[in-house]
Structure formats: C-alpha cells, structure tokens
T-cell receptor
Framework: ETGVTQTPRHLVMGMTNKKSLKCEQH?????MYWYKQSAKKPLELMFV???????ENNSVPSRFSPECPNSSHLFLHLHTLQPEDSALYLC???????????????FGPGTRLLVL | GQNIDQPTEMTATEGAIVQINCTYQ??????LFWYQQHAGEAPTFLSY????GLEEKGRFSSFLSRSKGYSYLLLKELQMKDSASYLC?????????FGTGTRLKVLA
C-alpha cells in the first residue's frame, strides 16, 4: 500500500469515447504527477500539479486534459484518443520543498489503457 | 540534452550479487533515485542519493559520483523476488528524468 490509489486499473476505449482516470493520494503531499509508461521507453512526465497549480505540461496533446480540484485528487480526462496512446498511466505524488530526499515520488498502481 | 542511460537487461543467479549502473546528464541535480517495478505494478522507492558515496539499506546499496554523472545499485544475496525492472531517476532543477529501466532476471 503506497498511499496513492488509481481507478480504473484497466480501461479499454474506442477512439471516439470520453473517459477519465482518477488518482487519489492519502499522504498529505502537495504535488501530484501524471506519467505515461510505454513498453521499452522511459517514464514520460505529462503533467505536474504543485499546490494545485499546473506547473508543467510537456507538450502533451490536447486530447489529454488534467484536472486537480484539490491537493489530494488528480484526474486525467481522455477524449478522441489514438491507438498509440495505449500505455500504462501512472499517477505519483510528492512533498515538494521538504528537502533531504523527502521529495521522493510515490506512485499509484497505474491504469492500463488500451485504445482500439 | 537530458538523458539517463542504464542497461536494458541483466541476468544473475539466486544468491549472487549484481550491480546495475546508471549514467546521467541533466540540467541541475537535486538527487538520484532508484525504483523497483515488478511487471504490472507501480514503481516503488528503493533509495536516494544526493551526496557522493554509498548508501546502504539492507541487501540493497546505492552509490553516487556527481562529478562522473554515475550511480549504481548493488543487490546482494539475490532472491527470486528481486526479478523486476530497476529504474534510475534524477531530479533535475524542476522535475524528474527517468531511465528506461533495467530488467533483472534472477535464475534459480
């Protein structure tokens, strides 16, 4: 139990569907992240929310839309995805500004997404 | 540019010692992390280095040389459950950069 939960764990969707991924952290952290993990590629940072403010958007296509209503919850809204978007989507959280290694990221179990 | 290099795969025998290397080039440096990831599961934190030297935690140790942009993860007394991917990550100025991971297979 890492203190970060994600739902759903598995998702199959068509290219015209709209779905949302949900992440919740129970660690009292102030930063949350969305990563994409594809086979044989490094974890790709998609979005960062620090104190609920989006601080990073690594040129992610607009078909991915993040939402962070509070410091404990993070959503990733998906619409009109492409087959190449099939991947494991990982959420993580950390306590920024703590120093001394306390900025360690803790990951959720991920959502395995398949786009048909 | 920024990049992290680590071997794609390694194989070792149960009970042995294995060293997984990681080299990095990043903008800024605020620590190096090692994560373990079993297939289909989340990465879990193993170790953190921000100063040069060796950090030991049970069967796992991690070493850092900032001047060389180099780290390694040392696993002793290998067990079958250590079969997993090991991710090297560097915290740069504003964000984390991850390597592709090293898939370790432990053979009986």
């Amino acid at each position: 139990e890492t203190g970060v939960t994600q739902t759903p764990r598995h998702l199959v969707m068509g290219m015209t569907n709209k779905k949302s991924l949900k992440c919740e952290q129970h660690l009292g952290h102030n930063a949350m992240y969305w990563y994409k993990q594809s086979a044989k590629k490094p974890l790709e940072l998609m979005f960062v929310y620090n104190f609920k403010e989006q601080t990073e958007n690594n040129s992610v296509p607009s078909r991915f839309s993040p939402e962070c209503p509070n410091s404990s919850h993070l959503f990733l809204h998906l619409h009109t995805l492409q087959p190449e978007d099939s991947a494991l989507y990982l959420c993580a959280s950390s306590q920024e500004g703590a120093g001394g290694g306390q900025e360690t990221q803790y990951f959720g179990p991920g959502t395995r997404l398949l786009v048909l | 540019g920024q990049n992290i290099d680590q071997p794609t795969e390694m194989t070792a025998t149960e009970g042995a010692i294995v060293q997984i290397n990681c080299t990095y080039q990043t903008s800024g440096f605020n620590g190096l992390f090692w994560y373990q990831q079993h297939a289909g599961e989340a990465p879990t934190f193993l170790s953190y280095n921000v100063l040069d030297g060796l950090e030991e935690k049970g069967r796992f140790s991690s070493f850092l040389s900032r001047s060389k942009g180099y780290s390694y993860l040392l696993l002793k007394e290998l067990q079958m459950k250590d079969s997993a991917s090991y991710l090297c990550a560097v915290r740069g100025t504003y964000k984390y950069i991850f390597g592709t991971g090293t898939r370790l297979k432990v053979l009986a």
